[in-house]
């Protein structure tokens, strides 16, 4: 069973997700995963919300690893994730400290595609954002040449919605994905033809 952590935000594999944990259930879950170098999923609420009561999560996400955490206030957890692989949710149950947890389904990972020539105004797009500094991450590790790579990183910086995000991390293969994020930034006029 994969501890589950709904979130009002869409993780995607690869990516980067700070958090301020605070919630009891979720600081014994990030103890765990911590001790046994497991991962957490990560899902966007469908209903629900954050704190309180268990929020029922969409049923693809993404599993986090910790690679970083800090307690500089007691009781506040701060912890940097990277996003893993896709999930979807088969089952899952809560306890009654309220931590869903769920038996998942791992999707397999996207094939390796080269970003297609009909595209390339959003690896343009993209490097113009990793040069803002609030961006600076994107370029220690960057992949401008991989279609999933570009697609999942545009996917996580442009400021869209949620429910948008959650689609797209839903989308099964990269270049389906970068028509899609194609098509918006050309209606936004971002990007040429």
């Not at 995607?12 to 944990?21: A, E, M, Q, S």
């Not at 469908?46 to 599993?63: D, L, M, N, Q, Y």
């Not at 996003?83 to 389904?105: P, T």
């Amino acid at each position: 069973m994969l501890p589950i952590f709904p979130l009002q935000t869409v993780l995607f594999p690869g990516g980067r997700l700070p958090l301020r944990v605070f919630e009891a259930r979720y600081m014994d879950m990030a103890s765990e995963c911590l001790k046994s170098g497991q991962p957490f999923g990560v899902c966007l609420i469908k209903e629900g919300r954050e704190v309180g009561t268990p929020a029922v999560p969409e049923s693809i996400g993404c599993s986090a690893r910790i690679i970083e955490c800090d307690m500089q206030q007691l009781g506040v957890l701060n912890v940097v994730t990277r996003g893993e692989r896709r999930f979807r949710i088969l089952s899952r149950e809560a306890n009654a400290q309220g931590l869903v947890s769920a038996d998942v389904e791992w999707l397999a990972p996207e094939e390796e595609a080269v970003v297609p020539d009909e595209y390339a105004g959003c690896v343009t797009l993209l490097k113009m954002i990793a040069e803002d500094s609030r961006f600076a991450a994107l370029s220690a590790d960057a992949h401008y040449e991989s279609a999933t790579w570009v697609s999942y990183r545009l996917s996580e910086v442009l400021p869209i919605p949620a429910r948008v995000k959650q689609m797209l991390l839903e989308l099964t293969g990269s270049v389906p994905r970068l028509q899609v994020l194609h098509g918006f930034l050309k209606q936004q006029g971002l990007v040429g033809k």
